[in-house]
């Protein structure tokens, strides 16, 4: 399958009064076509920062210190601004935690979305009003054409949602970034909103990069997952496999991490905490917590190996085969 | 044993304000009112946790500031040790608080910014003890020990610490003064889901040990479940299921609690979920339905659920409102 | 549990490291830096004004009338021989006073009524703001000057006038803060933990409404020299020989035809000069008070 956007080496540094923090280092994971990809981590592990990257809006102090991404044949780290302006929004589309403050007050929810059609399609101020009207039935909101003449306070958290997400796939990107769409919203919104997702993104030909803390959204909604931890990307892997057979250290303990809902068992919190990025050691940044940690991963850094297909990890306990397969 | 505390058919009801609410009396014949909470009772035993679940809007954050008095309630009584809450005056509530203390749900906000861990730990110590500056430092440093925050910390600012962290501050803060039970607004919310654990862990462990009793309100359902030995469900206003935990997870009755169990995400790829799943959106809590309040979403409605729905025992201990049940 | 309490950042800085911070603040905002640099010259100026100034303000000397700026004279001298420099570090006593006093005065009282207002509202509210608008419906100026009349010319009740018509300002900016944070968790808690109305509003509300006040505040002492110097310029307030910046701007204004440029340039200059430094250290002066901005580029 053809990857949409590859991110290869990719490393963002912030500059602070205590030094400069590694907020991302390295991270390399590629969104294959028609796919949804989970981008799971802690907070603080990079994973916001890295979609910033990706839109190439990370501004100062911070800085993209290395690395390319590639859309479409192009590296995005290579281009200028004015040509970055004409890929946002219409190639690589976000949505994000908060949808009620993405909104603007004074305008009403169909003019939000028919201005993207009138701006990027070029056409006509009723077509894209028809149109604006269609995307907000897409998504699932009732009556559109009334509600289309609202505003964003009328809307609950949930349909504001749904607006985002009529907004961002108005141009047909070729890949939505979903930052923790469902964080502020009630459980049973939020089910609907990722059963919206996971419908939307086939029928409109996106890719979906799905960044969150929760365990649970990404086992009902990805199919494959990139877990992130203190800024590197530890283990890429096809979503069955991840739960079933998780093989870094840091993945086995977010997983016996969760409270579930589904069986009685016994949570264990992750030992330790996460890394000072201000203090990076030197190796594996998980070595302060690992169980399995020997001198070698304190001193050098382990690289993303394949352990089966599809199923790549980044430690040094796996590729020795010190860690029995769960 | 008589219940520690006891919530008894409380109503919180806001009057609006304004000229369009002054339109809509007139339109409708009644005052607009905002019933957020509308007929509640619940009690909770020493030494025990109650969950209080339900979505943004349900009510259960008006039912845990009317029982530390950050909003009066408009109707019914709260006795707790025996003391009939709703009557005493300001002083005389201002005695009991030491007993009955709040943790709330964003760790970050509900901390001044301004003031060190170490003086927000040691305020209610000042405020209700007379112990002299020295005695009050031990304490505190004793408190931020048990919930796992170092002597360390105790000099440093909200804004430097994590929210995990910030967290257990507020913990400290509500532990301080050895109350006796604890009202623990959506305490993990506001966390990451791998941080949840941690705090979940540490209250438990904090109730074990000091025998406190927590109203533990929440939308997450998955730690409520690991914490509480009875639940009670919210729907605008009321109560619509209560049940010990274990029959509240494996047999839920009020298909309410069905569509929130069933849309709980399960990390479990293989999962198979429980299709049911609840219609429109949440009514204003201006506009309530008449009879029951789902029956404007629910997939299983019939003519019937238009009357009035009172709570009934549907098997023992085991309380749903609804018909068809 | 020990492992939770390795902070994320480093442990507090020894004494060179805070001092580096603060050198990098300092560069961050070199023309605030520059403004505090000349207040605080001002201050010390005005406080040693006997043992600094070359002549007696006083000091008249018919044979040096007159005199443009030179080595004996500095700033040069006025049509009674006084020496302008002396003459501007002594006045800068009684300017910077009411700048300070005034400000620091109705800032005491705007708060403390505005925080009141913004806790209690209902008919307190109601009552004050009424109050509030009534003063507010006179320009300063005219109010100032009303005032000044009314308790006679001198310099604390030049003070006392200025302040009235500031304090409005501050109670409406308090008022409105405490309205953003009195739905606040944090203020919740307070409530909830048990502390009394005056503490929640002290310790809880007011210190977490400093920034705003602060701008206000360093805007507002540019203000009150200005009111200082005009009403001084129309004969209220001092009474000469008193030296005041705003007089003696007034009078050299009369000796611009013949040519004396010095009488009025310099202690306009001195007003210019300070108002432009209270205006510059009032954002960076929120920013050092802040505890979030301890670290942040």
Not at chain 1, 182 to 202: F, H, K, N, Y
Not at chain 1, 303 to 317: E, K, N
Not at chain 3, 250 to 264: C, D, M, R
Request: hydrophobic share 45%; with cysteine; glycine share 6%.
């Amino acid at each position: 399958m053809n990857a949409v956007v590859e991110v290869k080496d990719l490393s963002v540094r912030f500059a602070t009064d205590h030094g400069e923090v590694a907020a991302v280092d390295q991270a390399s994971f590629d969104v294959r076509e028609g796919e949804i990809l989970g981008l799971v981590g802690e907070s603080g592990s990079g994973k916001s920062v890295t979609a910033t990257a990706i839109l190439r809006l990370i501004r100062k102090p911070g800085r993209l210190a290395h690395g390319s991404i590639m859309l479409g044949g192009r590296d995005l780290c290579q281009l200028r601004e004015d040509e970055l302006q004409h890929i946002r929004g219409t190639e690589i589309a976000m949505i994000s935690q908060t949808p009620r403050t993405a909104l603007n007050p004074l305008i009403t929810v169909g003019q939000h979305v028919a201005r993207l059609f009138a701006l990027h399609a070029g056409l006509s101020k009723a077509e894209s009003r028809r149109r604006a009207i269609d995307m907000l039935a897409l998504v699932g909101i009732p009556e559109p054409a009334r509600r289309a003449r609202q505003y964003a306070h009328q809307f609950s958290g949930g349909m504001c949602q749904r607006v985002m997400i009529a907004m961002a796939l108005a141009t047909s990107p070729r890949l939505l970034i979903a930052d923790e769409p469902t964080t502020g919203l009630d459980v049973s919104t939020a089910a609907r909103i990722l059963d919206l997702l996971r419908e939307l993104g086939p029928r409109t030909g996106a890719s979906i990069l799905l960044i969150t803390h929760d365990l649970g959204v990404v086992a009902s909604t990805c199919q494959r997952v990139a877990v992130m931890h203190a800024g590197q990307i530890v283990e890429v892997a096809p979503v069955r496999s991840l739960f079933h057979h998780p093989a870094h250290p840091y993945t086995r303990a977010l997983v016996r991490s969760i409270p579930r809902i589904d069986r009685e068992i016994t949570m264990e919190p992750i030992p330790g905490a996460v890394p000072s990025l201000l203090n990076v050691p030197a190796g594996c940044r998980y070595a302060g917590r690992c169980p399995w940690v020997e001198d070698r991963c304190r001193r050098l850094k382990p690289v993303l190996r394949s352990v089966a297909p599809g199923h790549s990890v980044a430690c040094f306990a796996v590729e020795d085969g010190r860690v029995a397969a769960v | 044993m008589s219940p520690l505390c006891e919530v008894d058919d409380i109503k919180v009801h806001f009057a609006l304000r304004g000229s369009a609410a002054w339109l809509r009396a007139l339109k409708d014949g009644k005052p607009a009112v905002v019933r957020a909470v509308d007929g509640v009772s619940i009690s909770i035993d020493p030494g025990s946790m109650l969950g209080l679940v339900g979505e943004s809007g349900c009510g259960k954050s008006t039912v845990a500031r009317a029982l530390v008095r950050l909003v009066r309630p408009t109707a019914g009584s709260i006795r707790f040790d025996g003391t009939e809450l709703t009557s005493l005056s300001d002083d005389e509530f201002n005695k009991i608080r030491p007993n009955l203390q709040m943790v709330f749900q964003d760790p970050a906000a509900s901390l001044n910014p301004r003031l060190s861990v170490r003086r927000v730990v040691e305020e209610p110590i000042k405020l209700h003890t007379e112990l002299s500056a020295a005695e009050r430092r031990e304490r505190a440093e004793a408190v931020l020990e048990e919930v796992g925050l170092g002597a360390d910390l105790a000099d440093r600012y909200p804004h430097e610490l994590s929210g995990g962290q910030c967290q257990r501050v507020n913990i400290a803060r509500a532990l301080v003064t050895n109350p006796r039970l604890i009202v623990l607004d959506e305490p993990t919310s506001a966390l990451d889901v791998s941080l949840r654990a941690r705090v979940i862990l540490l209250l438990e462990e904090l109730r074990q040990r000091h025998g406190l009793s927590y109203l533990f309100i929440s939308h997450d359902l998955a730690s409520v479940r690991y914490l509480a030995s009875r639940v009670a469900v919210m729907y605008l206003g009321v109560i619509v299921e209560e049940a010990s935990r274990a029959e509240l997870f494996d047999h839920p009755a009020h298909p309410y609690t069905r569509a929130l169990l069933a849309a709980v995400p399960v990390p479990d790829p293989d999962a198979k979920r429980d299709p049911f799943v609840l219609s429109g959106e949440i009514p204003s809590p201006i506009d309530i339905p008449t009879g029951c309040r789902l029956r404007t979403r629910c997939p299983l409605a019939q003519p019937v659920c238009a009357e009035p729905v009172p709570i009934r025992e549907v098997a023992p201990g085991h309380f749903a409102a609804c018909h068809l049940v | 549990m020990a492992d939770v309490t390795r902070s994320p950042l480093a442990p507090l800085t020894p004494t060179s490291a805070a001092l580096r911070l603060v050198w990098l603040r300092i560069r961050r905002n070199w023309p605030s830096a520059i403004a505090l640099v000349l207040i605080v010259a001002m201050m010390l100026a005005a406080l040693l004004a006997n043992w600094i100034a070359p002549y007696e303000p006083d000091a008249t000397d018919a044979e040096a009338a007159l005199r443009v700026p030179s080595l004996h004279h500095w700033l040069g001298t006025d049509i009674y021989g006084r020496d302008l420099l002396s003459r501007i570090i002594f006045a800068a006593r009684v300017d910077l006073t009411v700048a300070f006093g005034a400000t620091a005065l109705a800032l005491a009282i705007g708060s403390t009524i505005g925080a009141v207002a913004g806790l209690y509202r209902g008919l307190v509210d109601l009552v004050i703001m009424r109050c509030v608008d009534s003063i507010m419906a006179f320009p300063a100026f005219i109010l100032a000057m009303a005032i000044t009349a009314a308790l006679g010319n001198s310099v604390t009740n030049v003070l006392i006038a200025i302040s009235l018509t500031q304090i409005p300002n501050y109670l409406r900016l308090i008022r409105g803060e405490i309205f953003r944070i009195r739905e606040m968790e944090y203020a919740d808690a307070a409530r909830v933990v048990g502390n009394p109305a005056w503490r929640i509003i002290f310790i809880h509300l007011l210190p977490n409404c400093l920034p705003p006040i602060i701008v206000q505040a360093t805007l507002a002492m540019g203000y009150a020299l200005l009111t200082m110097a005009a009403l001084s310029f129309i004969g209220l307030g001092i009474q000469p020989p008193q030296s005041e910046w705003g007089s003696m701007t007034a009078e050299g204004a009369q000796y611009i035809v013949t040519g004396e440029w010095w009488l009025f340039l310099f202690p306009g200059l001195a007003i210019v000069l300070m108002v432009l430094s209270f205006n510059l250290i009032g954002d960076s002066l929120r920013d050092f008070l802040d505890p979030r901005m301890r670290g942040v580029r």
